[in-house]
């Protein structure tokens, strides 16, 4: 089986996150891991994210 490619969302705008979210959720080989508000949350998210 393939592994699935995990993206975290991050856009400053909740109708984007959810918009983006949404289209890439389409495609069975990429899982949403997460969402963040902007950049630093996204790069702290992803420190948890990749531990």
Same mark, same amino acid.
């Given at each position: 089986? /393939? $592994? =699935?490619?995990?993206v975290l969302v /991050?856009?400053? %705008? %909740?109708?984007?996150?959810? @918009? /983006?979210? $949404? #289209?890439?959720?389409?495609?069975?080989?990429? =899982?949403? /891991?997460?969402? @963040?508000? +902007?950049?630093?949350?996204? #790069?702290? =998210? +992803?420190? +948890?994210? %990749? @531990?």
């Amino acid at each position: 089986m /393939v $592994e =699935k490619i995990k993206v975290l969302v /991050v856009d400053d %705008a %909740a109708f984007m996150v959810k @918009a /983006v979210s $949404e #289209l890439l959720e389409s495609d069975p080989g990429i =899982k949403i /891991v997460g969402h @963040a508000r +902007n950049g630093l949350e996204g #790069l702290e =998210k +992803n420190k +948890n994210i %990749a @531990a």
